[in-house]
């Protein structure tokens, strides 16, 4: 049971480049959801997912992309990234989000140059 | 939804008793209250949740009042390794966009 699993760890991307970072659950979580977090901020939310071909924005949606085809799967997209992406990104899962924790990953920290 | 205010900061001495209170004022009737802690480069931990009274597990108490526009996390006898930063969320089961706020920075000195 490896828990929440995000790939990669760390990325540099030039401005205008896309890439997908990649999250995995195996502890068959309906929610899912993407956040990041700024140095010394708190943690914002960009997309989530209520279960396989439900997506629903957060707070900080633009720029980004999500599906979720997979129960397991919740890929984040960057269509064109720009210098203000660059963050630490973070992946969390819930069996039943207001009564179960979030699971969250290790992360992936991401430069845009 | 409700939103939370937390102390930005907080200093302790190992083995002391750290209480972490969290306002949220507008609290709804539905909602439950999450406390997470997060160590640097490491995605946030669960640590405990509560809707009303005293909730206890192996690591932490939370305190909700009667009229739940506050929560009170403590951590008995805390170590160095308690050092991080500590989230109060509280969230709608109607609604699923769960959003952290800033957090409380807890800082234990030996």
């Known amino acids: 049971n490896a828990g929440v699993t995000q790939t990669p760890k760390f990325q540099v991307l030039k401005t205008g480049q896309s890439m997908t970072l990649q999250c995995a659950q195996d502890?068959?979580?309906?929610?899912m959801s993407w956040y990041r977090q700024d140095p010394g901020m708190g943690l914002r939310l960009i997309h989530y997912?209520?279960?396989?071909?439900?997506?629903d924005q957060g707070e900080v949606p633009n720029g980004y992309n999500v599906s979720r085809s997979t129960t397991e799967d919740f890929p984040l997209r960057l269509l064109s990234a720009a210098p203000s992406q660059t963050s630490v990104y973070f992946c969390?899962?819930?069996?039943?989000?207001?009564?179960?924790?979030?699971?969250f990953g290790n992360g992936t920290r991401l430069t845009v140059t | 939804l409700a939103k939370t205010t937390q102390p930005i900061s907080m200093d302790s001495y190992e083995g002391q008793e750290v209480n972490i209170t969290c306002s949220h004022n507008?609290?709804?009737?539905?909602?439950?209250i999450t406390w997470y802690q997060q160590f640097p480069s490491q995605g946030p931990r669960f640590i405990i949740q509560g809707y009303k009274t005293k909730v206890t597990n192996e690591v932490a108490s939370l305190f909700i009042p009667a009229d739940r526009k506050s929560s009170t996390l403590s951590l008995p006898r805390v170590s160095l390794s308690d050092t991080a930063v500590y989230y109060c969320?509280?969230?709608?089961?109607?609604?699923?966009?769960?959003?952290f706020g800033a957090g409380t920075r807890l800082t234990v000195k030996p």
């Open positions: 502890m068959n979580h309906e929610y």
């Open positions: 969390a899962s819930s069996y039943s989000l207001h009564v179960s924790p979030l699971h």
């Open positions: 969320l509280v969230g709608d089961p109607n609604n699923n966009d769960m959003r």
């Open positions: 997912s209520v279960g396989a071909g439900i997506t």
């Open positions: 507008n609290i709804a009737t539905n909602d439950y």
